[in-house]
């Protein structure tokens, strides 16, 4: 999903209830507002494959997976994560927002990907209960995932690997991260 700076500043109450009406969902960092853009259809087609597979293997345990509806809210920011999980159902007062994922997952695209591989990323593995951090490519078949366990040095994964999510014990083929998206190592991988 897209970001667009909006140069608005406003306190953390403001602008939680200034999203409560808006139909343009907004992140928040240090005060300034930022509008979410709409995704690409690569990008939808990789939350939802991933979402799917985590909800279903997390459907008998304390955890659940939300999709980027959901808000993260850090210390000076909220944020929505293209995908995360939380065991503990440690949602804020309004309900709206959840403050301890265990895994956390972002779709790069052009224009994402600086501000997931920099503010976010700082941002993120400064959650004292976040496990792991993943972001997955959708021009090219390449996912990223940095673990906590591993001092949260990359790991990356390709088409024919199978990437284990070890924050929930599980583990999913990349074929199926990547199962309808359109892109030139797609286009290479399946048959015609």
Known sequence: ????????????????????????????????IIAMTGASANHNRIVGNVF???????????CEVFMNDMKLKLLNEYRYPDL?????????????AVEKPIIIVEVLSKSTRREDTTRKLLSYLNIPTLQEYVLIEQDLV?????????HWTPAY?????????ESIDFSIKVEDIYFRVENDDMKVFLPN
């Open 1 to 32: 999903m897209g970001l667009q700076r909006q140069n608005l500043k406003m306190s953390i109450d403001d602008y939680l209830n200034f999203e409560m009406s808006s139909e343009v969902k907004h992140e928040f960092i240090d005060g300034e």
């Open 52 to 62: 799917a597979k985590f909800y279903n293997h997390l459907q008998s345990s304390p």
């Open 84 to 96: 995360m999980a939380v065991c503990d159902n440690n949602f804020t007062d309004d309900n709206y």
């Open 142 to 150: 390449s996912v990223m995932i940095m673990r906590k366990s591993n």
């Open 157 to 165: 994964y390709y088409l024919e690997n199978e990437v284990y999510f």
